[in-house]
């Protein structure tokens, strides 16, 4: 079977409150994207235009517009896009300008290598850092809800 049949065959199964409930977090979660990604994710899911649609404003092939729009929901439901909104509150300011370009943004490390100025090296080892006190945090909150 392929790919896009198992993601059809979901569809159908879900009922249509289901799909609207998780429409709606992709929109709650898209704020915290940077203005140009939540623009076009908004479109897409809140306005329901098509990729089509999108491709055609944006002067972009389809294949492109789609590959943006699928990695934008790949971020927004990504363990770690989670993660950074829930504990976002209890990053200091760096930390959270950290976050804001590398989870949020989508900015790879070498991106943020360059525009910072510092070694490849050095962004991975403080998205490391970052990435573990993200852990350590939501293992906390899980702690403190078991109790």
Same mark, same amino acid.
């Given at each position: 079977?392929?790919?896009?049949?198992?993601?059809?065959?979901?569809?159908?199964?879900?009922?249509?409150?289901?799909?609207?409930?998780?429409?709606?977090?992709? &929109?709650?979660?898209?704020?915290?994207?940077?203005?140009?990604?939540?623009?076009?994710?908004?479109?897409?899911?809140? !306005?329901?235009?098509?990729?089509?649609?999108? /491709?055609?404003?944006?002067?972009?092939?389809?294949?492109?517009?789609?590959?943006?729009?699928?990695?934008?929901?790949?971020?927004?439901?990504?363990?770690?896009?989670?993660? /950074?909104?829930?504990?976002?509150?209890?990053?200091?300011?760096?930390?959270?300008?950290?976050?804001?370009?590398? &989870?949020?943004?989508?900015?790879?490390?070498?991106?943020?290598?360059?525009?910072?100025?510092?070694?490849? !090296?050095?962004?991975?080892?403080?998205?490391?850092?970052?990435?573990?006190?993200?852990?350590?945090?939501?293992?906390? /909150?899980?702690?403190?809800?078991?109790?």
């Amino acid at each position: 079977m392929s790919r896009m049949a198992l993601d059809d065959t979901d569809v159908e199964r879900d009922n249509r409150h289901t799909l609207f409930a998780k429409r709606q977090a992709l &929109i709650d979660l898209a704020r915290f994207l940077p203005p140009d990604d939540r623009a076009l994710a908004m479109a897409f899911l809140e !306005h329901g235009h098509s990729v089509a649609a999108l /491709a055609l404003l944006a002067g972009q092939p389809r294949l492109k517009m789609r590959r943006r729009i699928n990695g934008l929901v790949r971020r927004l439901t990504s363990r770690e896009y989670g993660l /950074a909104v829930r504990h976002l509150s209890a990053l200091n300011p760096a930390e959270q300008e950290w976050v804001s370009q590398w &989870i949020f943004g989508g900015r790879s490390m070498r991106a943020q290598s360059a525009s910072r100025g510092q070694s490849l !090296h050095s962004v991975r080892m403080v998205l490391r850092r970052l990435r573990r006190k993200l852990d350590c945090l939501e293992a906390d /909150a899980q702690r403190g809800a078991a109790r």
